[in-house]
């Protein structure tokens, strides 16, 4: 559990633990949830590769976690799906990493979380971690852009190194089959940039809410 006020100073641990379910603990306040729990993105999934072997996080901001409710066994990493580019994807090749899959936009309010999700791909890319992008235009179509138009607008802008899929259905009936995984336990996408931990298993580990600021 982490309950923040300050931030982290980097640190760094070298274990050889398997990431299951890891436990993480919000304040939900029932007197208008005026006090949360304070924490990031960059936080929790540094909470997470402790248990692995590297703990590194910087600023804190409020935002609202919630944990699986079920015992689901399924895997991301079984699945398979489409990139950017259009070329087929086995998400088996990320098994053994921790991944944040986040839902984007281009034309959203939040879409500066952009370079946050960047950053925190550019620190720990290389101890374990991965950012797994999916764009979506099911909230008040503010993913309009083809495939070509949302590369050149994540590397123009943002110099976007993270992975990059096709563009998908991330809510409702119609939604992927990536994002029937994740919401089985855990609601919906609410918004644009909402995002998902996984762990090494490739089992869901929790959801943060779109405001929660990677970084």
């Known amino acids: 559990a982490f309950l923040m006020n300050g931030a982290f100073s980097e640190t760094s641990l070298k274990n050889k633990a398997n990431l299951t379910h890891g436990s993480y603990i919000g304040d939900n306040n029932p007197r208008?949830?005026?006090?949360?729990?304070?924490?990031?993105?960059?936080?929790?999934?540094?909470?997470?590769?402790?248990?692995?072997?590297?703990?590194?996080?910087?600023?804190?901001?409020?935002?609202?976690?919630?944990?699986?409710?079920?015992e689901s066994t399924a895997s991301l990493y079984d699945l398979s799906c489409t990139a950017l580019d259009g070329s087929p994807v086995d998400l088996g090749q990320y098994r053994g990493k921790v991944a944040l899959v986040v839902n984007t936009a281009s034309k959203c309010g939040l879409t500066p979380q952009y370079a946050g999700l960047e950053k925190l791909f550019s620190e720990l890319g290389g101890d374990g971690f991965v950012v797994l992008a999916f764009p979506s235009n099911d909230f008040l179509g503010q993913e309009p852009g083809n495939?070509?138009?949302?590369?050149?607008?994540?590397?123009?802008?943002?110099?976007?190194?993270?992975?990059?899929?096709?563009?998908?259905?991330?809510?409702?009936?119609?939604?992927?089959?990536?994002?029937?995984?994740?919401?089985?336990?855990?609601?919906?996408?609410?918004?644009?940039?909402t995002k998902y931990l996984v762990g090494k298993d490739?089992?869901?580990?929790?959801?943060?809410d779109p405001r929660l600021t990677p970084g």
């Open 32 to 70: 208008g949830g005026t006090m949360k729990m304070q924490i990031t993105v960059t936080a929790v999934v540094v909470a997470v590769i402790l248990v692995v072997g590297f703990v590194k996080a910087r600023h804190l901001f409020s935002a609202e976690i919630t944990r699986p409710s079920g």
């Open 147 to 193: 495939a070509e138009e949302i590369a050149q607008f994540c590397q123009v802008n943002f110099q976007a190194s993270f992975p990059l899929f096709s563009k998908s259905k991330v809510k409702g009936k119609e939604r992927s089959e990536v994002y029937q995984l994740l919401t089985a336990d855990l609601a919906e996408p609410s918004w644009n940039f």
């Open 202 to 208: 490739g089992r869901v580990v929790a959801r943060f």
